[in-house]
Structures are given as structure tokens and as C-alpha cells.
């Protein structure tokens, strides 16, 4: 039995059962032929028999190479998946130490998945009269992660101050 980690497809041998097969391959025309035929064509041309799919009628098989099919798979599956993301962390003015600690901790494992973090420090009412002591905490915070990561951008917008951390080069 074949099986690999993402994908499991019965090949050669392991196809029983089907009276007649549709073949299909890259030089390969698609055609209607009894299981044993296609057998032979495969061993003729050298190639694995894999069964893509066995719900409809006649099955469907492809002559092809087996490693060089997973890997082709592989590399697809790699490319549809999405990037980079940026996660998003609020912070306040008065966060505990512990609570900072957390967040630093979530943080971290965000950017050793290869995400960007994009920490918020949020201020309301009289917190805005007094930025400057206010901002303690976010730099708390990225003093914390100093070791992993690298500030891409910082600004501040009215009521928030806003850094994008990205993971160490």
C-alpha cells in the first residue's frame, strides 16, 4: 500500500475490481479500455497506473509518473497557500505585566509561523493628554520580542498608536 501524508491514491496493483477503466495521461488520448489492457499499456509505456477517480463510470486512471504526480500536487498545494498574514494584537494603556507577557507569547508564535503582528495600543479620554508616558507599554511590548523580531513600520493616528512587527531575517 501506497500512502503518503496529503494525498493517498491506489496505483498499479492496488486498482482491482473494474471491468473497464477511462485512461488519460499528457500524450496519452482519453479513451475506454478493460483494466488488464490498461495494465499492459502502463508496464509498456513504463509509467504508473493512478487512480483518480473511482466515484464515477468508468473509473478514471492516469498513466503518469507516480513520484513526479505527488510532487506536482505538492508544489500546487504550497503555491494556493495563502502568505503571509497579519495578525492583529490590542494592547492598553494600563495592561498588566502578566497580560503583556501573554500577548508577547501569542505574538511570538504568530511570527515563527512566518506571520506579520500588528500590535494596536489603544487610548481613550484623559490617556490621550498624556501620549508620550502612554506609550510605555507598547515599547514594553516590543522590547519583549526584541530577540525574534524587527519593526517594519510605526505611527501613530489619533487615538491609537500602531507597530507592524515582522520576523527576523
Known amino acids: 500500500m501506497n500512502k503518503n501524508v496529503d494525498f493517498y491514491f491506489r496505483i498499479n496493483n492496488e486498482i482491482r475490481n473494474y471491468d473497464?477503466?477511462?485512461?488519460?495521461?499528457?500524450?496519452?488520448e482519453s479513451e475506454v479500455m478493460s483494466?488488464?489492457?490498461?495494465?499492459k499499456m502502463s508496464k509498456k509505456l513504463n509509467l504508473d497506473l493512478v487512480e483518480i477517480n473511482s466515484?464515477?463510470?468508468?473509473?478514471?486512471?492516469?498513466?503518469?509518473?507516480?513520484?513526479?504526480?505527488?510532487?506536482?500536487l505538492k508544489k500546487n498545494k504550497k503555491k494556493n497557500k495563502p502568505q503571509n498574514q497579519t495578525k492583529e494584537i490590542q494592547l492598553s494603556v494600563s495592561i498588566?505585566?502578566?497580560?503583556?507577557?501573554?500577548?508577547?507569547?501569542?505574538?511570538?508564535?504568530?511570527?515563527?509561523?512566518?506571520?506579520?503582528v500588528k500590535a494596536i495600543l489603544m487610548m481613550k479620554g484623559r490617556e490621550l493628554n498624556r501620549r508620550e508616558e502612554n506609550k510605555k507599554s507598547i515599547l514594553e511590548f516590543i522590547v519583549m520580542l526584541e530577540d525574534c523580531s524587527s519593526i517594519e513600520s510605526m505611527k501613530d493616528e489619533g487615538n491609537k498608536t500602531i507597530v507592524i512587527l515582522k520576523k527576523k531575517a
Open 55 to 72: 466515484k464515477v463510470n468508468p473509473p478514471i486512471l492516469r498513466l503518469c509518473n507516480y513520484e513526479k504526480f505527488i510532487y506536482e
Open 20 to 28: 473497464s477503466v477511462r485512461i488519460v495521461g499528457n500524450d496519452i
Open 96 to 116: 498588566a505585566k502578566h497580560d503583556l507577557e501573554t500577548k508577547a507569547n501569542q505574538a511570538r508564535k504568530f511570527l515563527n509561523q512566518g506571520d506579520k
Open 35 to 39: 483494466l488488464d489492457d490498461a495494465k
